[in-house]
């Protein structure tokens, strides 16, 4: 066990101007910092799993995996490695921006596994994704047509949340149509398309992230599944699966494959 009064904590400039960082094949730049307790090859094998044709979208970032990185302010520092005192301060990722670039230090050691990490990893990646580039219509398609026939769940919270905002807008008007806040006459099934953009983005990037989780580890659907919300039925993510998978195919070395369990 290290002592925390002996473990000098450094500042998100200093990692990253003493990480080295490396390019991986598919474009993607990132550092390997401390006692983070996963292999090169492991980790190799993670970053790589973004297909390349996104990650020309994610010039100017860097992705720094690093025992913890903690939080206070707007200061960001490094924990070279874990302790117990310091694992309470640490946040999964922080977000630092040096210039033009962006630095993206995740704490590994928060990470129960290495499912957990490559999660953490690709959720970051699709957000950036869809910062940068957008949402496809043709995907934006498929999920509105999939919530308008009440498909049962969504992918995350915040796709949960901003799906539910949008088709289920109710407004409080008087007879002659203005906001009357005395004797409402709710109106049912108006679009808030403010809300409705914020489902397309959380739904797209869940689904990049799940479908680059997908080809990375083999890993059972259910293991995504948390209990503030339901979680989306299986052939309807299915669906998005193969849209992005049809948008970015993998890289050579990754295979994108659904399985369904037979009873027995």
């Known amino acids: 066990m290290v002592d925390t009064a002996q473990m000098p904590l450094l500042t998100a400039a200093q990692v990253a101007q003493e990480a080295h960082v490396q390019q991986a094949p598919n474009g993607i730049c990132y550092a390997s910092f401390g006692d983070t307790q996963i292999s090169p090859e492991d980790l190799e094998r993670i970053v790589q799993a973004v297909p390349a044709t996104m990650a020309n ?10 025992p913890l990185a903690i939080g206070e302010g707007d200061d960001t520092t490094v924990a070279p490695a874990y302790t117990v005192d310091l694992g309470d301060r640490a946040i999964c990722h922080r ?5 033009s670039s962006e630095c993206i230090f995740i704490s590994t050691r928060l990470m129960q596994d290495r499912f957990a990490l490559a999660f953490e990893y690709f959720i970051n990646v699709g957000h950036h994704f869809v910062d ?26 915040d796709a949960w949340e901003s799906r539910r905002r949008a088709r289920d807008r109710n407004q409080s008007r008087s007879q002659d149509g203005n906001p009357d806040h005395g004797g409402p006459e709710l109106i049912h099934g108006q679009v808030d398309e403010k809300a409705k953009s914020g489902y397309f983005e959380a739904a797209f990037s869940d689904a990049i992230a799940i479908y680059m989780l ?9 293991e995504l599944r948390e209990r503030e919300y339901p979680l989306l ?18 890289n050579p070395g990754y295979e994108f494959e659904i399985r369904y369990r037979r009873r027995g």
Request: aromatic share 14%; net charge negative.
């Open 95 to 99: 977000n630092v921006t040096f210039g």
């Open 233 to 250: 039925a299986a052939p309807a993510l299915a669906e998005r699966l193969r849209h992005v998978s049809g948008l970015f195919p993998a």
């Open 57 to 66: 979208a994610l010039a100017h970032r860097a992705y720094y995996f690093v």
């Open 132 to 157: 940068a580039v957008g949402v496809p219509a043709s995907f934006s398609d498929l999920v509105w047509s999939q919530a308008q026939a009440d498909v049962r769940g969504e992918t995350s919270q």
């Open 214 to 222: 997908a080809i990375t580890i083999d890993f059972d659907y259910t």
